[in-house]
């Protein structure tokens, strides 16, 4: 199983390089990462799973990992993770649902949980 603490903290330190190296583009991604990810009419978790979504069906480990870590940290439920993998697999084919897998298996090590203990947990009622 790949290990998204690794795969982003290894990202995280070639992104230091990158800040130093090339910083006026450093800047203006952030500023454009800030501006596309702050409230309005999404809220910010609805556009780190649809970044996630995008993530997946584009075969983006990176993406997947930081993506992941956000939105554990903004609350995000399995139940909303999973049903955004949905829609990633079903836009992205078979590819995608590897890398579906690969993101729930993100969510278990960002989040500290495990398919077992999903199981344990209340099904959502779908009315």
């Known amino acids: 199983m790949k290990d998204y603490h690794q795969i982003t903290a290894g ?3 070639n992104l230091r390089t990158l800040r130093r190296d090339i910083p006026a583009t450093m800047q ?19 556009k ?3 970044a996630l979504a995008i993530g997946v069906a584009t075969r983006c480990d990176g993406c997947i ?3 992941v870590e956000a939105l554990v940290k903004l ?8 049903e955004t ?3 990633a697999v079903y836009m992205g084919g078979g ?9 729930i298996g993100a969510f ?7 398919a077992a203990t999903a199981a344990q947990q209340p099904a959502l009622n779908a009315s």
Request: glycine share 10%.
């Open 108 to 114: 278990e090590q960002f989040s500290g949980t495990s």
């Open 11 to 13: 990202i995280s330190a």
């Open 28 to 46: 203006a991604f952030s500023a454009l990462a800030q501006a596309a990810t702050k409230d309005g009419a999404l809220d910010k978790k609805t």
């Open 75 to 82: 609350g995000a439920t399995r139940a909303e993770v999973e």
């Open 95 to 103: 590819p995608s649902l590897m890398y579906a897998a690969d993101a």
């Open 65 to 67: 990992g930081f993506h």
């Open 85 to 87: 993998l949905g829609m």
């Open 48 to 50: 780190e799973l649809i």
